[in-house]
């Protein structure tokens, strides 16, 4: 199975900060990977796909970017409703892994 | 829009069985792959099953292949996850979700969740 590692597990900042979530594969997925968000009590909400592709209504200040095994999610300026636990997730292969996630809280 | 709900969670005992339930709406059933994924309390995202759009083919995480099974009923839009011989490690909150693709096309990503049912397994 395909592991999914990421970094840091919780991440703490300000509204306006910039912050960067690492992904990193056990081996190449090529540009399988999304990234969700999950806030407490609601499923996870699809953000990107294909490394760095934005689905629709998310918006801009999110990036993703990374190929191969090393990937990342950007916030550019941190927003109150951005604090939230994120998910990589690879679909390269069966059986489709997460990461174990990275909560951004209030610094 | 679309819509997925789960139904069927509950307090079960080590060793029983369960049966889960997902009712769609909101899109054409029939064309989609559709995945389990559990979240056990405070803890992450875990991938438990992926049925193909018309019931083909059927995919399943190592720690629950032999117990779980998986079908839908395409006249009915609905999806069943048969949990049989449960654990304590099975507890957890089990999302229904619609997978990325298209027919045979599945994709693995997934842009629709319901909110989910809990299971309980505890003596």
């Known amino acids: 199975d395909i592991q999914m590692t990421q970094s840091p597990s919780t991440l703490s900042a300000s509204v306006g900060d910039r912050v960067t979530i690492a992904c990193r594969a056990s081996?190449?997925?090529?540009?399988?990977l999304a990234w969700y968000q999950q806030k407490p009590g609601n499923a996870p909400n699809l953000l990107i796909s294909?490394?760095?592709t934005l689905e629709s209504g998310v918006p801009s200040r999110f990036s993703g970017s990374g190929s191969g095994t090393e990937f990342t999610l950007t916030i550019s300026s941190l927003q109150p409703d951005d604090f939230a636990t994120y998910y990589c997730q690879q679909y390269n292969g069966y059986p489709w892994t997460f990461g174990q996630g990275t909560k951004v809280e209030v610094k | 829009q679309v819509q997925l709900v789960e139904s069927g969670g509950g307090v079960v005992q080590p060793g029983g069985s369960l049966r889960l339930s997902c009712a769609a709406s909101g899109f054409t059933f029939r064309n989609y792959g559709i995945h389990w994924v559990r979240q056990a309390p405070g803890k992450g995202l875990e991938w438990v099953a992926l049925i193909w759009y018309d019931g083909g083919d059927k995919y399943f995480a190592d720690s629950v292949k032999g117990r779980f099974t998986i079908s839908r009923d395409n006249s009915k839009n609905t999806l069943h996850l048969q949990m049989n011989s449960l654990r304590a490690e099975d507890t957890a909150l089990y999302y229904c979700?619609?997978?990325?693709?298209?027919?045979?096309?599945?994709?693995?990503?997934?842009?629709?969740w319901g909110q989910g049912t809990l299971v309980t397994v505890s003596s």
């Open positions: 979700a619609k997978d990325g693709g298209y027919g045979t096309m599945v994709r693995g990503v997934i842009p629709a």
């Open positions: 081996q190449t997925i090529r540009s399988r």
């Open positions: 294909e490394a760095s």
